[in-house]
């Protein structure tokens, strides 16, 4: 499509897509819990992670969901981050950038220094010292394992490149791809660069190439989204060759393979197996993005005529900015204490963080309620009303 063609594009969205965008915007931040909530014992998850523990229904069961079916949340939110953004090209450039300073650097740079002041205080006790050990979290190297190891201007560097809050990442990028804006419609709308970006940006998000302020999946799904709003792609009616049904039992059984695959092979197996485990990891995210959009229109119909679950959805942020470091903090106490209990891992997965999910509900309708200031500071302004 032609740069001076944008103008003439709608710059709205259907009342369908609008409940479709505030759905899974929740469900992305719901599920981002659980991912986090992962409780194997290598707990850091990357696409072509080996757990290298026996097969189980409980290893099966969390590796399944959080390093396969939940994987397609991310790539969800941006597409929503960059469709929407591009919906007010209208409005001054000087203007947009302003108010995202407000609506996300604010918010980051608040919850970065919560989750750090959180951390330091859990450190000044010896019982809640070792749960910040044991996580792992602020680990600088094998002998600094704790914020008050760090040197002054390393803690600089937590607060502001890399907060403790270790999702906040996702906000940081985003204002990046925000203020960059300009130069990725035009990439996305170039007729010759469209072909050359997208080749790039989808190269790395194959190879899971990031670095500190951009990074493949974010670049690739933001950029996306502003294609689809500035080409007028069609959101409504799959094409054919998007028919939900198959890709939904793809993403299905590609997770199953994947999750068995990375159970049966050694820890140390090399390059070739981590590649083909991110290759179909990649695949599931696809294949995930495509059956959620235009497989579960009925499953978004029912949840957003609930009134609970609308009210309950305007508080998305609170969840996503809440709910780490905690969620890591609480299943390294919690273990200790349910370790005698049968299929205590799979348990913990589950009802941990849907704990967590409820705190971080009552917490936010408590301070909207008593201080709806700051409660917009805090949030950027999201979820102030139901």
Not at 217 to 225: A, H, Y
Not at 252 to 271: C, E, M, Y
């Given at each position: 499509?032609?740069?001076?063609?944008?103008?003439?594009?709608?710059?709205?969205?259907?009342?369908?897509?609008?409940?479709?965008?505030?759905?899974?915007?929740?469900?992305?931040?719901?599920?981002?819990?659980?991912?986090?909530?992962?409780?194997?014992?290598?707990?850091?998850?990357?696409?072509?992670?080996?757990?290298?523990?026996?097969?189980?229904?409980?290893?099966?069961?969390?590796?399944?969901?959080?390093?396969?079916?939940?994987?397609?949340?991310?790539?969800?939110?941006?597409i929503i981050s960059g469709f929407l953004y591009a919906l007010h090209d209208q409005r001054p450039y000087g203007q947009r950038t302003r108010k995202r300073l407000?609506?996300?650097?604010?918010?980051?740079?608040?919850?970065?220094?919560?989750?750090?002041?959180?951390?330091?205080?859990?450190?000044?006790?010896?019982?809640?010292?070792?749960?910040?050990?044991?996580?792992?979290?602020v680990r600088l190297d094998d002998h600094r394992s704790l914020l008050h190891d760090y040197q002054w201007y390393e803690m600089i560097f937590r607060w502001l490149?890399?907060?403790?809050?270790?999702?906040?990442?996702?906000?940081?990028?985003?204002?990046?791809?925000?203020?960059?804006?300009?130069?990725?419609?035009?990439?996305?709308?170039?007729?010759?660069?469209?072909?050359?970006?997208?080749?790039?940006?989808?190269?790395?998000?194959?190879?899971?190439?990031?670095?500190?302020?951009?990074?493949?999946?974010?670049?690739?799904?933001?950029?996306?989204?502003?294609?689809?709003?500035?080409?007028?792609?069609?959101?409504?009616?799959?094409?054919?060759?998007?028919?939900?049904?198959?890709?939904?039992?793809?993403?299905?059984?590609?997770?199953?393979?994947?999750?068995?695959?990375?159970?049966?092979?050694?820890v140390n197996s090399g390059t070739g197996m981590a590649l083909g485990l991110m290759f179909l990891h990649k695949l599931v995210i696809l294949c995930g993005l495509?059956?959620?959009?235009?497989?579960?229109?009925?499953?978004?119909?029912?949840?957003?005529?609930?009134?609970?679950?609308?009210?309950?959805?305007?508080?998305?942020?609170?969840?996503?900015?809440?709910?780490?470091?905690?969620?890591?903090?609480?299943?390294?106490?919690?273990?200790?204490?349910?370790?005698?209990?049968?299929?205590?891992?799979?348990?913990?997965?589950?009802?941990?963080?849907?704990?967590?999910?409820?705190?971080?509900?009552?917490?936010?309708?408590?301070?909207?309620?008593?201080?709806?200031?700051?409660?917009?500071?805090?949030?950027?302004?999201?979820?102030?009303?139901?």
């Amino acid at each position: 499509m032609e740069p001076a063609r944008l103008t003439q594009l709608n710059s709205t969205i259907s009342d369908s897509n609008s409940r479709k965008f505030k759905f899974w915007s929740f469900i992305s931040m719901f599920l981002l819990v659980f991912v986090h909530g992962y409780n194997l014992e290598i707990r850091y998850l990357q696409p072509f992670t080996i757990p290298g523990e026996p097969l189980n229904f409980t290893t099966f069961a969390e590796y399944f969901l959080a390093n396969g079916i939940f994987r397609f949340r991310i790539p969800m939110l941006f597409i929503i981050s960059g469709f929407l953004y591009a919906l007010h090209d209208q409005r001054p450039y000087g203007q947009r950038t302003r108010k995202r300073l407000r609506t996300l650097l604010l918010p980051y740079l608040i919850w970065s220094a919560l989750g750090f002041g959180f951390t330091w205080a859990l450190e000044m006790f010896p019982w809640s010292k070792a749960i910040v050990i044991s996580s792992q979290i602020v680990r600088l190297d094998d002998h600094r394992s704790l914020l008050h190891d760090y040197q002054w201007y390393e803690m600089i560097f937590r607060w502001l490149i890399l907060p403790v809050p270790y999702q906040l990442w996702f906000i940081r990028v985003l204002l990046v791809y925000n203020i960059a804006y300009p130069a990725i419609r035009w990439c996305v709308t170039h007729p010759v660069a469209r072909w050359v970006f997208f080749s790039i940006a989808g190269l790395m998000w194959l190879v899971t190439m990031g670095f500190v302020f951009f990074e493949g999946e974010g670049l690739l799904f933001f950029s996306l989204g502003v294609w689809i709003q500035k080409s007028n792609f069609d959101i409504d009616v799959p094409k054919k060759w998007l028919t939900p049904l198959w890709w939904g039992i793809a993403f299905v059984l590609l997770a199953a393979i994947k999750t068995v695959i990375a159970f049966r092979v050694p820890v140390n197996s090399g390059t070739g197996m981590a590649l083909g485990l991110m290759f179909l990891h990649k695949l599931v995210i696809l294949c995930g993005l495509i059956f959620a959009w235009f497989g579960c229109n009925s499953l978004v119909t029912w949840f957003m005529s609930r009134k609970w679950f609308v009210w309950m959805s305007a508080f998305a942020f609170m969840i996503y900015a809440l709910h780490a470091p905690l969620v890591a903090y609480a299943t390294s106490a919690v273990f200790p204490v349910v370790c005698h209990v049968a299929h205590y891992r799979l348990l913990t997965f589950l009802l941990l963080p849907a704990t967590i999910v409820i705190f971080a509900v009552i917490t936010g309708a408590l301070l909207r309620r008593v201080w709806p200031a700051l409660y917009g500071i805090v949030t950027g302004g999201r979820g102030l009303t139901s």
